[in-house]
């Protein structure tokens, strides 16, 4: 049985980065579900111009989930994803994918289908644990995991991050993307409440070793027994 850690949240709150400590920490699996519906918006994308890559036309992104050839690492070590032949790791962090994943994750039957996808990789994960992040973790996707957590930072803060990041980029731009993804996204799922059950860890004051420990703390306070699946097995 393989315990799960839910990590919700919102653009650049530090769940990827945070998660993947985490998951270091405790040697266990660290799953990134964001990357499956980047990695369907960059496959939709690579079908080329016009009407056959528009990734806000739903038969076109239904199209191509049908044919998805998805892989993903969850060695917090040896991060990777690919479609098919293609490592697509980098590719999928491109700002012309950032901003055609909304389109592609509002699409109900994606979500079905990635969320499915999502268990499995856990339930054959062959780890003691999964650190698990995304949007609807702790709602949809592993309502009944062993910790459920919401991640958030003021969004100032979370901006100001990911302009760091992106050095390069202009800040104002980098902090309107941001914002304008997570107004798409919230219309989608509620990743800015905490549902029952769910503690908020705010990033705000903390630096990044900090908000790591106070996740660790969460579990360790957290009964870490192993729970079931979702799906029951
Ligand atoms: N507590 C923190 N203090 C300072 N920087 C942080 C903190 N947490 C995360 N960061 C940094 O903020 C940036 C955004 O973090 P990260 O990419 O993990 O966010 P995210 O929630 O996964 O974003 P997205 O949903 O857009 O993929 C990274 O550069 C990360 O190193
Ligand atoms: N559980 C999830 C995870 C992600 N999404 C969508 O994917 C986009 C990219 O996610 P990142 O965490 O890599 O930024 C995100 O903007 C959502 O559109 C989702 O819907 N559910």
């Known amino acids: ?88 790791t980098a590719a999928i962090r491109e700002p012309r994918v950032t901003a055609a994943v909304s389109g592609v994750a509002r699409v109900s039957a994606v979500r079905a289908q990635v969320n499915e996808l999502f268990r499995r990789l856990v339930r054959d994960s062959g780890r003691p644990g999964v650190v698990v992040e995304g949007r609807d973790i702790t709602t949809v996707v592993a309502p009944d995991a062993a910790v459920r957590i919401l991640l958030t930072a003021a969004p100032e803060v979370r901006a100001a991050r990911r302009s760091a990041e992106l050095s390069g980029e202009d800040a104002h731009a980098v902090a309107a993307a941001l914002h304008r993804r997570d107004a798409a996204d919230s219309t989608v799922v509620d990743f800015l409440t905490a549902a029952d059950g769910v503690t908020v860890v705010d990033s705000t004051e903390l630096d990044f070793a900090q908000t790591v420990e106070a996740v660790l703390d969460v579990i360790s306070a957290t009964d870490p027994t192993p729970q079931e699946n979702h799906d029951g097995r």
């Open 1 to 88: 049985m393989t315990l799960t850690i839910a990590i919700d949240g919102p653009a650049g709150s530090g769940k990827s980065s945070v998660s993947k400590q985490v998951a270091r920490a405790l040697g266990y699996g660290y799953l990134d579900t964001g990357a499956a519906y980047r990695a369907l918006a960059w496959h939709v994308l690579a079908r080329g111009t016009g009407a056959a890559s528009d990734t806000a036309d739903e038969a076109v992104v239904v199209a191509a989930a049908s044919e998805f050839p998805y892989a993903i690492s969850l060695d917090p070590d040896d991060y990777w994803v690919r479609v098919g032949q293609a490592d697509v």
